[in-house]
C-alpha cells in the first residue's frame, strides 16, 4: 500500500508575503504538497503561484489540482511544467483534467465542447507532454493538436516528468487516469449543466469503491503502482459526529446520513475517529493520498502529524 500523504490547496493571498506564510505553514504543519486549482476566477493562476511557494519552502512539493487542458497548449504546458520542476529542484506534481465550467470558456471565447471531445483531447495532450518531457523531438498530428518536431527547453528534473495526476469522476476520464497517470484524482461530484449544478449522487462511498473498480480494471498490472487521491470538501473535527452529520445533511441533499459518514470526501469525527477511518478505508479502497482546502489546513494536522509517511 503506498505511505499516507496529505495535500493542501490554497486559492491565493493579498500579498507575497501572505502566500509565503501560506505555504510555510503547509510545510511545518507536515502537508505533503501545496496545491492551486485552475480557473479562471479571483484566485492565483498556479504556475508563477507555485513557483513562489516552492520558494517559500525546503522540501515542500507543489502541484496543481487541476489545470484545465482546454486553456493551455500541451505545447506551452509541456515547456512551464519542465521550468517550474526545475525551478523547484524536483518537487512538481502535475495535476490536469478536462475542465468544466463552461462560463470560464465563455468569458475567455473557447469554445465548450460535449465531455467526450475534452476527454479525448486531454488524452492527446497526455501523450504529448509526456513526449515532450524527454527532452526528444516530438511530431504528433492528432485530430486536436499537430506538433511539428518540436523539442522542448529545459527539461523536468524528475525523469521521466514530474508525477501525473489525471482527476474526474466518469468513466472515461478514469479510464483514461488508469492507463495513463501516477495519481488517479477522485472528485466524487458530478457537474451539470456546464459547471452550473452539482450532482451528488456518486458523491458516497459505494460509487468510489465502484469507480476504484474501474481503474483497477483499466489500470491493469499498474494498478497496484497508482497513487489514489481524493478531494475532501469539508473537515469537521468535532466529539459529536452525529450531530455534525445532521448539520451537513441540508448542505448534501439527496444524501442520507449513513453516506455522509462514509464518504470519502468528507472527514467527520474525532482525530481518532477520523485516523481510523483513514486506514480502514486505505485497506479497503487503497486511498492513500487526500487534498483539503486552505480553510482545513489546521483542523485537519494532528491527522497529517499521526499518519503522513506511513
Known amino acids: 500500500m503506498k505511505p499516507f500523504r496529505f495535500g493542501v490547496s490554497s486559492r491565493g493571498a493579498v500579498s507575497r508575503s501572505e502566500w509565503s506564510q501560506k505555504a510555510k505553514k503547509a510545510e511545518d504543519l507536515g502537508y505533503?504538497?501545496?496545491?492551486?486549482?485552475?480557473?479562471?476566477a479571483e484566485m492565483f493562476s498556479p504556475i508563477p503561484a507555485l513557483v513562489a511557494a516552492a520558494a517559500s519552502t525546503r522540501t515542500l512539493r507543489v502541484g496543481t489540482l487541476v489545470v484545465n487542458n482546454d486553456l493551455r497548449h500541451p505545447v506551452l504546458l509541456a515547456r512551464e511544467t519542465a521550468a517550474i520542476d526545475l525551478l523547484t529542484d524536483g518537487r512538481f506534481e502535475l495535476g490536469i483534467g478536462a475542465g468544466h465550467r463552461q462560463s470560464e470558456y465563455d468569458e475567455?471565447?473557447?469554445?465548450?465542447?460535449?465531455?467526450?471531445?475534452?476527454?479525448?483531447?486531454?488524452?492527446?495532450?497526455?501523450a504529448i507532454l509526456k513526449a515532450l518531457w524527454t527532452g526528444e523531438p516530438v511530431t504528433a498530428l492528432?485530430?486536436?493538436?499537430?506538433?511539428?518536431?518540436?523539442?522542448?527547453?529545459?527539461?523536468?528534473?524528475?525523469?521521466?516528468?514530474?508525477?501525473?495526476?489525471?482527476?474526474?469522476?466518469?468513466?472515461?476520464?478514469?479510464?483514461?487516469?488508469?492507463?495513463?497517470?501516477?495519481?488517479v484524482g477522485l472528485s466524487g461530484i458530478v457537474h451539470r449543466k456546464g459547471g452550473r449544478g452539482v450532482d451528488l449522487a456518486t458523491f458516497t462511498d459505494a460509487?468510489?469503491?465502484?469507480?476504484?473498480?474501474?481503474?483497477?480494471?483499466?489500470?491493469?498490472?499498474?494498478?497496484?503502482?497508482?497513487?489514489?487521491?481524493?478531494?475532501?470538501?469539508?473537515?469537521?473535527?468535532?466529539?459529536?459526529?452525529?450531530?455534525?452529520?445532521?448539520?451537513?445533511?441540508?448542505?448534501?441533499?439527496?444524501?442520507t446520513a449513513e453516506q455522509i459518514a462514509a464518504t470519502p470526501f468528507l472527514l467527520i469525527g474525532t482525530i481518532d475517529e477520523i485516523v481510523?477511518?483513514?486506514?480502514?478505508?486505505?485497506?479497503?479502497?487503497?486511498?492513500?493520498?487526500?487534498?483539503?482546502?486552505?480553510?482545513?489546513?489546521p483542523d485537519l494536522a494532528p491527522v497529517v502529524a499521526r499518519l503522513s509517511g506511513t
Open 276 to 297: 481510523h477511518q483513514l486506514i480502514a478505508r486505505r485497506k479497503r479502497l487503497r486511498i492513500s493520498y487526500y487534498a483539503v482546502f486552505a480553510k482545513s489546513m
Open 108 to 126: 475567455a471565447g473557447i469554445i465548450f465542447d460535449q465531455g467526450a471531445t475534452r476527454i479525448d483531447r486531454l488524452a492527446e495532450s497526455v
Open 207 to 255: 460509487a468510489a469503491e465502484e469507480r476504484i473498480a474501474w481503474i483497477k480494471e483499466e489500470a491493469g498490472d499498474r494498478f497496484v503502482r497508482l497513487e489514489l487521491n481524493a478531494l475532501v470538501q469539508e473537515v469537521v473535527v468535532t466529539p459529536n459526529r452525529d450531530d455534525a452529520i445532521t448539520m451537513l445533511m441540508p448542505k448534501l441533499p439527496g444524501l
Open 142 to 183: 492528432g485530430k486536436h493538436y499537430a506538433v511539428r518536431g518540436h523539442r522542448i527547453y529545459p527539461v523536468p528534473v524528475q525523469r521521466p516528468g514530474p508525477p501525473l495526476l489525471i482527476g474526474g469522476n466518469g468513466r472515461r476520464l478514469l479510464s483514461l487516469a488508469a492507463r495513463e497517470a501516477d495519481i
Open 32 to 40: 505533503s504538497t501545496f496545491l492551486v486549482a485552475d480557473h479562471l
